[in-house]
């Protein structure tokens, strides 16, 4: 009974056809209002405008980001092609460069740095006096570095040989009843091969016969036009002529065949029979033609020569070999040349290294005297060649410019 009461309570209170089953769940979203698809027109509120700028800012920072990011890439871009481009010309510029030394790497190996002499045998090689020579000094090597003539005016009859230490030598014999060369007839040697230079300097043709006219000679040699300077001339020439050299010191290393020379001038004319003919006044101002050995040309043809010191002529003999063979070792050098004293006194051409103990302590201890005394002499340098010696060796080196002297200097009190 109870339960029809219920059921029939329910029943009375729900109204007839429209009541809503609250259960029902298909029904209660039917009756749900639907969402307009359109935007709203009711006008913003003031939290929504600014959110709505702010997000309006950020896509405009964003796209000029992108935009700036993009003009970036781009400068990146050209700056990278014109990185490329200025590589790729300075590779073309070094390798043009690259080419052209190439080529005058070429060039240097096919042209010689030295001028080749224009020769021709046909033709004498004019004297052109001391005007024209200057204070032009040139000899050849050969001659500078070996002991030729001997250290006194006087000539020698002894025969002198040198030999040094890579098997190379040198033998000088005497001419019969005129002795050795000396070192005041090796300066007629200096000035035929200086006037050899100046013609090849000048791109003159050059041979073997050089013409020396003794009053030129004499006045290069600032000495006075004498009957025995004269005559002094006459026998140096003779003297050269018929001393016989033999070596073995070519103007190539790779030359080692002995030489045997009848001396550095081969023959000599003098236009005259005997020296009483030629000393007459008009005889002795004629040129005196000498011509040059086959050994002196080699050197001559591979262009070996030595420029000297015009003050080279004014020194005494010991001077001048000591200067030759500082001039030849040190050449275009700074560096320091010791050298023992035995070897330097053989290569100066002074007494020869004897067997007997006091005999070789003597010619040492001359030795060393005699280069004490070229130091006195010369305290400066030895035309630009500072010489020192100690009991064992003798260093030679280039001398330092002497100081100039400043104004205060120069004024400062004594």
């Known amino acids: 009974m109870k339960d029809e009461h219920v059921t029939k309570s329910l029943t009375q209170a729900e109204p007839a056809g429209n009541s809503p089953d609250p259960f029902d769940l298909e029904s209660r979203n039917s009756r749900a209002p639907?969402?307009?698809?359109?935007?709203?027109?009711?006008p913003l509120g003031f939290a929504e405008r600014l959110e709505d700028e702010r997000d309006l800012r950020e896509a405009r920072k964003a796209v000029e980001a992108w935009h700036l990011r993009l003009k970036c890439?781009?400068?990146q871009l050209q700056q990278k092609q014109v990185d490329t481009g200025l590589d790729l010309q300075r590779q073309m510029e070094a390798d043009i460069e690259r080419e052209a030394e190439r080529k005058r790497a070429r060039l240097r190996r096919r042209v010689p740095r030295r001028q080749k002499p224009l020769v021709?045998?046909?033709?004498?090689v004019r004297d052109p006096g001391p005007k024209v020579l200057g204070d032009e000094v040139q000899i050849i090597t050969a001659v500078a570095e070996l002991p030729y003539s001997t250290l006194t005016k006087t000539p020698q009859e002894k025969t002198y040989t040198w030999e040094g230490d890579d098997k190379r030598f040198l033998i000088v014999r005497p001419a019969k009843d005129r002795g050795r060369p000396s070192a005041y007839d090796k300066?007629?040697?200096?000035?035929?091969?200086?006037?050899?230079a100046h013609a090849i300097r000048n791109n003159l043709p050059i041979s073997r016969w050089v013409e020396i006219v003794p009053g030129y000679y004499l006045a290069w040699l600032k000495e006075a036009r004498t009957g025995t300077a004269y005559a002094a001339l006459h026998e140096g020439?003779?003297?050269?002529?018929?001393?016989?050299?033999?070596?073995n010191v070519r103007a190539r290393k790779t030359w080692r065949k002995r030489v045997r020379a009848g001396g550095l001038f081969s023959e000599a004319d003098f236009d005259a029979e005997d020296l009483e003919e030629w000393m007459r006044n008009d005889n002795r101002e004629k040129p005196v033609l000498v011509q040059l050995s086959k050994w002196v040309w080699e050197f001559v043809m591979r262009g070996m020569f030595l420029v000297l010191d015009r003050d080279y002529l004014s020194l005494r003999p010991f001077d001048q070999r000591v200067y030759e063979v500082a001039r030849f070792h040190l050449r275009d050098k700074d560096s320091t040349t010791p050298i023992s004293r035995g070897k330097l006194r053989?290569?100066?051409?002074?007494?020869?290294?004897?067997t007997d103990p006091t005999k070789e302590r003597s010619a040492d201890r001359r030795f060393g005297d005699e280069l004490t005394r070229l130091e006195k002499r010369h305290k400066g340098g030895l035309l630009g060649y500072a010489i020192s010696h100690t009991k064992a060796h003798v260093v030679m080196k280039k001398a330092s410019p002497p100081k100039k002297k400043t104004t205060q200097e120069t004024h400062a009190p004594k």
Do not use: F, M, N, Q
């Open 34 to 42: 639907a969402k307009s698809t359109e935007r709203s027109t009711r």
């Open 73 to 75: 890439e781009e400068a």
């Open 120 to 124: 021709d045998h046909s033709v004498i």
């Open 187 to 196: 300066r007629i040697v200096v000035y035929a091969l200086s006037i050899i």
């Open 237 to 247: 020439i003779l003297r050269i002529v018929e001393s016989p050299v033999e070596t």
């Open 346 to 354: 053989a290569k100066l051409g002074c007494e020869a290294k004897s």
